[in-house]
């Protein structure tokens, strides 16, 4: 079965950092690219950043550009979201999302169940 | 404002048929770029509902349907259920970044 099992959110104060983790099961990791979408509770769906499926090539949402590093290690079929200059309203539920295919232009057919991020002083 | 728009809520009774639009602009729908569509029920991560603009994953009911035609796409869902209610998102790029539609609520009465 196909899973992805996002961690490492919690509480990170402004200016601060934090390390997201999305652990792949199940699948071919190296074979797909990776997003990460975030969610304000009761709001719409933001996208922030996007790998390929070699990890050479990244994409950023201008809210995060500058501040977010998203990376992966396909030894350990792992996707990560370093997270800095922390704002407020980087406040969200984070999810993982693998593609159908190399390149982010593709669907994104499985998510994880997301793990949430809160910034606050 | 989002790059691609939809409307907040629409809404049918059961066996009803409803459209959701999804409008941008020549650089992301009007351009080579496809239009996913995915559904967020309560609670839950979105799931994959169309991709490539027309085609449904394995699973997904051939009640919905989707198309795309110049600056817009629109999602449909014949034969209305109950459990149809949720949040429906389109998304597709502009100048290779990747955008959502706001949300659509659809309302089975």
């Known amino acids: 079965e196909v899973q992805l099992l996002e961690s490492g959110g919690g509480l990170g104060q402004p200016g601060g950092s934090l390390r997201l983790s999305c652990e792949l099961s199940?699948?071919?990791?190296?074979?797909?690219?990776m997003t990460w979408v975030r969610q304000v509770p009761g709001k719409g769906l933001e996208w922030v950043s996007s790998?390929?499926?070699?990890?050479?090539?990244?994409y950023y949402a201008d809210s995060v550009k500058g501040r977010f590093t998203i990376s992966r290690d396909n030894s350990r079929n792992t996707l990560y979201l370093q997270m800095n200059s922390l704002r407020v309203e980087d406040t969200a539920l984070y999810y993982c999302?693998?593609?159908?295919?190399?390149?982010?232009?593709?669907?994104?057919?499985?998510w994880g169940q997301g793990t949430t991020v809160t910034v606050s002083s | 404002q989002s790059v691609l728009t939809q409307p907040p809520s629409v809404s049918g009774a059961p066996g009803q048929t409803i459209t959701i639009a999804c409008t941008g602009s020549?650089?992301?729908?009007?351009?080579?770029?496809?239009v996913h569509w995915y559904r967020q029920l309560p609670g839950s991560a979105p799931k994959l509902l169309i991709y490539?603009?027309?085609d449904r994953p394995s699973g997904v009911p051939d009640r919905f349907s989707a198309s795309k035609s110049g600056t817009s796409a629109s999602l449909t869902i014949t034969g209305l259920q109950a459990d149809d209610e949720a949040v429906y998102f389109c998304?597709?790029?502009?100048?290779?970044?990747?955008?959502f539609g706001g949300g659509t609520k659809l309302t089975v009465l």
């Open positions: 999302a693998k593609h159908q295919e190399i390149l982010h232009y593709y669907a994104m057919d499985v």
């Open positions: 199940g699948f071919t990791f190296n074979n797909f690219a």
């Open positions: 790998i390929s499926s070699s990890g050479t090539t990244t």
């Open positions: 020549r650089s992301n729908i009007g351009s080579v770029y496809d």
């Open positions: 490539g603009n027309t």
């Open positions: 998304q597709s790029y502009d100048t290779s970044l990747m955008f």
